[in-house]
């Protein structure tokens, strides 16, 4: 089977314009949801990843492999992999766009192995928007922002309403998040920008 994939973006898109209250290059991004496998602090074998707003529509991610995401031994799980840059791409989606999007689509290419101890360098860029539905793709570079690419992936997101959330999730959970949204949005505009789309 070739590596050669499908064009991307697969339609006619426009150009992603970020939010005009996108946070702006250099900003850490925060924890979105505190019990988030990708990012929360309280997922305590999830994968903590940490994300900074990059120059032109980029958000660079980074996470390091521990033994909780091991496939074969010593080495990270490709589904973990995968979720690594759901998290990674969603938030770039997020963040720099302000809508409540969930993804829809997820390709990933495994280029290399990702051992145990190393660090992942994810990079991430909006490929464009077409109505509701928002391309995005993203490296994953070893152990150095410029390291080799041994993973890459390609997602569409697509914008829903807010009730997505409160129809199909946990009430309790969404309460949570509000709570520690309040909280991130006084911090945020202690730092000179908030979170509402
Ligand atoms: C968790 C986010 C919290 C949000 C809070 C907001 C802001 C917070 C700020 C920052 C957030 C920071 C970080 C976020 C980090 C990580 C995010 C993780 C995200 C996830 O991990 S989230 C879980 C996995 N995700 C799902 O749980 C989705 C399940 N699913 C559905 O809920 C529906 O399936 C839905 C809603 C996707 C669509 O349903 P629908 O009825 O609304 O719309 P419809 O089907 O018409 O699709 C509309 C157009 O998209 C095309 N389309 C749809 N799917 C496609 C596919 N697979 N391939 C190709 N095209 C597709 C159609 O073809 C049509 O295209 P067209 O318009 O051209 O006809």
Known sequence: ???????????AVEPAVPHPKAPVAGTELGVHFNECFGCGDEADAGLHLRSTVGEGQVVHSRFTVTAA?????????GGL?????????????GNLMRRPA????????????????????????????????????????????????AVSARALFIVVAFDHFSTHGDPE????????????????????????P
């Open 102 to 149: 969930v993804t829809g689509k997820l390709e990933t290419d495994f280029r290399r192995p990702v051992p145990v101890g190393s660090t992942l360098f994810i990079e991430t860029r909006l490929d464009g928007v077409a109505g509701r539905k928002i391309y995005v793709s993203a490296d994953g570079h070893l152990d150095a922002a410029d390291g080799p690419i």
């Open 69 to 77: 995401h091991q496939g074969a031994p010593g080495l990270a799980h």
């Open 1 to 11: 089977m070739s590596r050669v994939s499908q064009p991307w973006p697969p339609v």
């Open 173 to 196: 959970a969404l309460e949570k998040l509000a709570a520690q949204h309040e909280k991130n949005q006084r911090e945020r505009e202690e730092r000179g920008w908030e979170i509402n």
């Open 81 to 93: 992999l995968a979720c690594a840059f759901d998290e990674a791409l969603g938030s770039a989606v």
